[in-house]
C-alpha cells in the first residue's frame, strides 16, 4: 500500500536528514548553541539496517535481495548525507525550534523556512526516484508488481506534498504543522472554547424558546448535523464505485483508500478546527434568527468554511483519477458501451415505424381498410366481422416505446 512504500523509501532520507558525518567528538566540544540535531554515524547505521530489514519482510525478499538492497540503502543514504549536510541540518534544527518555541512561527518564519526546503525537496525526490529504481532492479517479477502498484499513489503522495511546500512558501499554513503549543498555551485554548460553545448553546436554546414558545432545551439540544461527517461519509462511497468501475487489484484498491483516508483526516481536522463557528452559523441558520440580510451573511460565512471541503472533494478525484491503467479503464468504457447497449429498446414494432421515416403512417388514401384511410379506427370489430383478425389500434399512446414513453422516462431515455 502507498502508507507502506512511502515509508519504505521516505525512512532512508529521515535517517539521512539525522546522519552525522566522522568529525562527531569535535561537534561535541562546540558550544550548545551551535549544535544541531544530527544523530551519529552509528545510529543511522543501525536505522538503515533495521529498515533494510523492514522491507525484507514487506516485500518478502530471499537473503541474497535482502543482503543487496540493505547494502545499497546504506551507501547510497550516508553518500547523501554526508554530501547535504550543511543544506539538511540547519532545515531540521529550524524546524523542530519552530515547533518548540513559545509563541507560534509567524507567517514570515515559515515562508522563508520553506522556499530554503525547496532545494533540499529536489535532491530528496531526486534521490528517493534513483533509490526507487534501484530497488526495482532487486526484486522479482511478482515483488515488482506490487512495488509498483505502491509507488503510484507513493508519487501522487510527493505531488501533494511539494503543493503543501508552495502552500507555505505563500505563508499559508496551519499553525499545527510548524508549532506544538505549549501546555499553559493548550489549557487556556480548551478553557476557552468550551466557554464559548457553552454560551453559543445557551444563547441557541434561550432563542429557540422565544420563538417557539417553549422551555430553553426543547429544541437544537444536540446541535445542528454534521453537514461535514456526512460528506466525507459520501466520498466512501465514490472510491468503492470508482474501486468497482475500474475493477482495480489489492494493491490500486490500497492507494484508493489511503488516498481517501488522508482526504478524510484532514476533512475532519478543518471540521474539529472550525467546529464552534461552524455550529454557531448552522444554529442561526436553522432558527432563523436575524434578518434577511443578516442571515444571507451568514451563509455566505459558511459557504468559506465549506469550501475547504469542496476543494478536498476534488483533489481526491484527482489523485485517485490516475490509479487505474489504461487498459483498465479501456475496459471500463467497453462495459458501459455495452451496457447502454443493453438498455435501449428494440420493440419491433417501433423498428419498423421508425424505418419507414418521417411519413408514415402516410395520409388517408379514403380507401377503406388501408391504414391511415380512418376507416379502420371507426369500430375495433369491423374487422373481425370480416372474418379477420382484430386490427391493433395505431395511435401513438398505445404503442410501446413510443416517442411519448421516453420523453416520460427522463434521463431512463439515454440509456
Request: hydrophobic residues 35%.
Amino acid at each position: 500500500m502507498r502508507k507502506s512504500l512511502f515509508f519504505v523509501l521516505m525512512l532512508p532520507a529521515a535517517c539521512a536528514l539525522g546522519a552525522q558525518n566522522q568529525k562527531a567528538p569535535a561537534r561535541r566540544a562546540e558550544p550548545l548553541d551551535e549544535g544541531g540535531i544530527w544523530p551519529t554515524r552509528k545510529m543511522m547505521d543501525l536505522m538503515l539496517a533495521r529498515w533494510g530489514e523492514m522491507v525484507s519482510e514487506h516485500y518478502e525478499l530471499d537473503e541474497k535481495q535482502s543482503t543487496e538492497l540493505t547494502s545499497k540503502i546504506k551507501s547510497r543514504w550516508t553518500t547523501f548525507a554526508k554530501e547535504n549536510q550543511k543544506t539538511l541540518e540547519p532545515l531540521l534544527t529550524d524546524f523542530i525550534e519552530m515547533r518548540l518555541q513559545m509563541e507560534p512561527p509567524t507567517k514570515e518564519q515559515v515562508a522563508e523556512w520553506s522556499k530554503r526546503a525547496g532545494g533540499a525537496f529536489d535532491l530528496l525526490e531526486k534521490e528517493i526516484n534513483q533509490g526507487a529504481e534501484e530497488m526495482r532492479g532487486i526484486l522479482r517479477d511478482d515483488q515488482r508488481a506490487k512495488f509498483d502498484g505502491e509507488m503510484m499513489g507513493f508519487q501522487t503522495g510527493m505531488q501533494f506534498a511539494r503543493t503543501q511546500l508552495n502552500r507555505w512558501q505563500q505563508g499559508e499554513f496551519q499553525e499545527r504543522e510548524f508549532w506544538d503549543p505549549p501546555l499553559a498555551v493548550r489549557r487556556e485554548r480548551r478553557e476557552a472554547e468550551q466557554a464559548r460553545a457553552k454560551a453559543e448553546e445557551a444563547k441557541a436554546k434561550s432563542a429557540a424558546a422565544d420563538a417557539s414558545g417553549k422551555m430553553p432545551g426543547a429544541s437544537m439540544a444536540d446541535g445542528p448535523p454534521d453537514q461535514i461527517a456526512s460528506e466525507v461519509d459520501a466520498w466512501t462511497q465514490h472510491v468503492e464505485d470508482f474501486i468497482k468501475k475500474y475493477e482495480l487489484d489489492e494493491a490500486q484498491k490500497k492507494s484508493a483508500y489511503s488516498i481517501l483516508k488522508e482526504l478524510k483526516d484532514r476533512a475532519l481536522a478543518h471540521r474539529d478546527a472550525n467546529k464552534p463557528e461552524i455550529d454557531k452559523l448552522e444554529r442561526r441558520i436553522a432558527l432563523g434568527t436575524g434578518t434577511p440580510e443578516e442571515l444571507k451573511q451568514v451563509e455566505e460565512q459558511l459557504v468559506k468554511l465549506y469550501g475547504p471541503i469542496d476543494a478536498m472533494f476534488e483533489e481526491l478525484q484527482r489523485r485517485i483519477e490516475p490509479i487505474p491503467t489504461a487498459k483498465q479503464k479501456a475496459a471500463a468504457r467497453k462495459r458501459e458501451k455495452a451496457k447502454e447497449s443493453e438498455a435501449k429498446p428494440t420493440d419491433p414494432e417501433k423498428k419498423e415505424v421508425e424505418g419507414k421515416g418521417e411519413n408514415w403512417p402516410p395520409e388517408s388514401s379514403g380507401e377503406k381498410g388501408v391504414p391511415g384511410s380512418g376507416d379502420e379506427r371507426k369500430n375495433p370489430g369491423d374487422a373481425k366481422q370480416d372474418g379477420k383478425p382484430d386490427a391493433k389500434p395505431d395511435t401513438k399512446q398505445d404503442r410501446p416505446g413510443s416517442d411519448d414513453d421516453a420523453a416520460d422516462a427522463g434521463p431512463l431515455s439515454a440509456r
